[in-house]
């Protein structure tokens, strides 16, 4: 037999293991996405779209889509994804570059649609959703897209021939798109009114690859295989800030002035401060807009992370793992990977994240019903009004004896005025709507007063058994 005290000890231990156990699991399947969001990836090499559920990182499904999808934009009311097929789909039996349209509501392609332009790479949605803008790669050109009839109605030419675009932003007020064009390490700025090149050329990094504009849309940050740049937007020429050279960074997204970038392979200069992963690992790069200034990075256990989408909020985001096959969840506060990556398809590349549009009430006045002594409250996870009657001290609200419960009307000064004259009878706490112990004719007067938006609110009395 062993002593007590080594026993005791013993069941300590094992007591403390099994917490470190499960706060470890709970940790490991911790949900960083609201409920019904989803992320929808591109996989290149075996032409289908992932939907991923972040709220357990499950796949629900993949979608057949076209050949080599790469970029991947939502419009802003949630109901469409648009997917970039770089080397297009059989159209009436021709091989044609093409965008398909999925619905988030069924998760399904819904439309193909044919471009002129060659090699659709990535695109971008204005912020009504009216348009969606195409980088074409092959053909240097943007194709602009009308979300109403799912086809093309325009094709803009870029500054040059070789620009060869892989990324593509719009300002938040929506006015005007950046490009950058890889080959020619340029960016070019497109007018959404005339749908034509309104400024640029403007050279940045070597072989830039993706851009996105600040939440306030003052600034743009371009990214590629070069030290990031910043453009002005007001003037459309760089900021004089020079970052430094940190690695192969890929793509970009944007939470307010917070922007996170992808990086194949972090490798700081020998004399940087900058060693928060390991030299070589992927990681996903945080810089302040507002100051212009690098921030952190977060090392990535999966190879080669490609695409990134962040919640509005700035709480979490999500990397499509090219090499690695995978989406991997990142707590953004935390500045840490949470959780498991889910396994996707083959090569994945473009990522959106789709984030449900509330339905119903969103805050607590939505739920107003107009009765004074009752709590309104909206659970804004469902959309559910409460309306919480347990503060009124009678059935009916304060002054409000007849007809409609909890609207006051001149029928209910009139029920209250022949309660006084004894003609009809009625509880003392409804129709006491001074509470002088009394029904007068001077609480039928209250009631229509107040019927015809004349005083402030009624104050219901503390009187009568609640019911």
Known sequence: MFPKS????????????A????????????????????????????????????????????????????????????????????????????????????STTTDEVVAVIGLSGSEPYDLAVTPDGSRVYVACKGSSSVVVVSTATNAEISSIPLSSENASPEGIAITPDGSKVYVVNRQDDTVDVISTVTNAIV???????????????????????????????????????????????????RNVAMAGNLAYVTNFSYFPSMASSLRAPEPGQGSLDIYDMATESYVASVGMSGTKPYAVDVLPDGSAGWVSQQDSNSVQGVDLVAQAESGSAAEVG??????????????????????????????????????????????????????????????????????????????????????????????????????????????????????????
């Open 6 to 17: 080594i026993v005791r000890q013993a069941r300590l231990v094992l007591a403390l293991l």
């Open 19 to 102: 917490l470190v156990l499960v706060a470890t699991e709970l940790s490991a399947s911790a949900a960083l996405g609201p409920a019904g969001a989803k992320a929808y990836v591109a996989n290149t090499e075996n032409n289908t779209v992932s939907v991923v559920d972040l709220s357990d990182m499950t796949v629900s499904t993949a979608v057949d889509v076209g050949s080599e999808p790469r970029g991947v934009a939502i419009t802003p009311d949630g109901e469409f994804v648009y997917v970039a097929n770089r080397f297009g789909s059989i159209l009436n039996d021709v091989q044609t570059p093409s965008v398909s349209v999925l």
């Open 199 to 249: 400024g640029g050329p403007l050279s940045v990094g070597s072989a830039p690859r993706d851009a996105k504009v600040t939440a306030d849309g003052a600034k743009v940050l371009v990214v590629g295989e070069g030290a990031p740049v910043v453009i002005l937007t007001a003037s459309d020429t760089a900021s004089t800030t020079t970052f430094e050279d940190i690695g192969t960074q």
């Open 346 to 467: 083959s090569g994945p590349r473009g990522l959106a994240v789709f984030v449900p549009v509330p339905v119903g009430c969103q805050e607590n006045s939505d739920c107003n019903d107009d009765i004074v002594c009752t709590v309104d409250s909206c659970n804004t996870e469902t959309g559910d009004c409460t309306n919480d009657d347990s503060q009124c001290p009678c059935p009916n609200d304060c002054g409000d004896p007849a007809v409609v419960f909890g609207t006051i009307t001149a029928v209910d000064a009139g029920f209250i005025l022949r309660t006084s004259v004894e003609l009809e009878t009625c509880e003392l706490c409804v129709c006491d709507v001074d509470d002088s112990g009394e029904v007068l004719a001077s609480d039928a007067l209250s009631d229509l007063r107040y019927a015809v938006g004349l005083p402030d609110v009624l104050v219901c009395p503390a009187k009568g058994d609640p019911q």
